[in-house]
């Protein structure tokens, strides 16, 4: 029987000896496909296989497990299911040194991007799905290292 430490990276826990570490948790169906989407498609590293999974990916952690029911420190909140569609209110977003090659090695592993990168001018980006429709935007900021912003929308503007 396996000891249950032996399946962690203890040297890639998000556990901060001073300050704090961002983390982002995602609800997940099935945690082997997301664990695999974001450590083989993405080039994280697992630290945790499960209860939760757990991958570090860059700087960033992703910490995955099923929804469930409401807990003693979080009494009257269940954790459900994403349920992907044409709208979001929040998205992963991966800031890129060459979006072009993420975007030829992510596809050819299988990731399915919503369009090809475009220039917008301050930055090209792109956007992807993971198995659980979660929106993932990639970017690389090009004309914002110049001092170029995005061009401001209509809806954006006062009055």
């Given at each position: 029987?396996?000891?249950?430490?032996?399946?962690?990276?203890?040297?890639?826990?998000?556990?901060?000896?001073?300050?704090?570490?961002?983390?982002?948790?995602?609800?997940?169906?099935?945690?082997?496909?997301?664990?695999?989407?974001?450590?083989?498609?993405?080039?994280?590293?697992?630290?945790?296989?499960?209860?939760?999974?757990?991958?570090?990916?860059?700087?960033?952690?992703?910490?995955?497990?099923?929804?469930?029911?409401?807990?003693?420190?979080?009494?009257?909140?269940?954790?459900v299911?994403?349920?992907?569609?044409?709208?979001?209110?929040?998205?992963?977003?991966?800031?890129?040194?060459?979006?072009?090659?993420?975007?030829?090695?992510?596809?050819?592993?299988?990731?399915?991007?919503?369009?090809?990168?475009?220039?917008?001018?301050?930055?090209?980006?792109?956007y992807?799905?993971?198995?659980?429709?979660?929106?993932?935007?990639?970017?690389?900021?090009?004309?914002?290292?110049?001092?170029?912003?995005?061009?401001k929308?209509?809806?954006?503007?006062?009055?």
């Open positions: 029987m396996t000891d249950p430490a032996d399946r962690i990276d203890f040297a890639n826990l998000p556990a901060p000896d001073d300050g704090i570490v961002v983390t982002l948790f995602i609800t997940v169906r099935k945690v082997a496909r997301s664990r695999d989407f974001y450590s083989r498609v993405l080039g994280g590293t697992v630290v945790l296989d499960e209860n939760p999974c757990m991958v570090k990916l860059a700087n960033s952690w992703i910490i995955m497990n099923p929804g469930g029911p409401p807990t003693p420190d979080k009494p009257g909140i269940s954790v299911d994403y349920q992907p569609g044409d709208t979001t209110s929040i998205f992963l977003n991966l800031r890129v040194a060459d979006i072009q090659a993420r975007y030829e090695e992510w596809k050819a592993k299988g990731a399915e991007f919503v369009t090809p990168p475009i220039d917008r001018g301050a930055e090209i980006r792109c992807l799905r993971d198995p659980d429709g979660y929106l993932i935007e990639v970017g690389q900021s090009t004309g914002l290292l110049h001092g170029k912003l995005a061009a929308r209509a809806e954006d503007l006062p009055g």
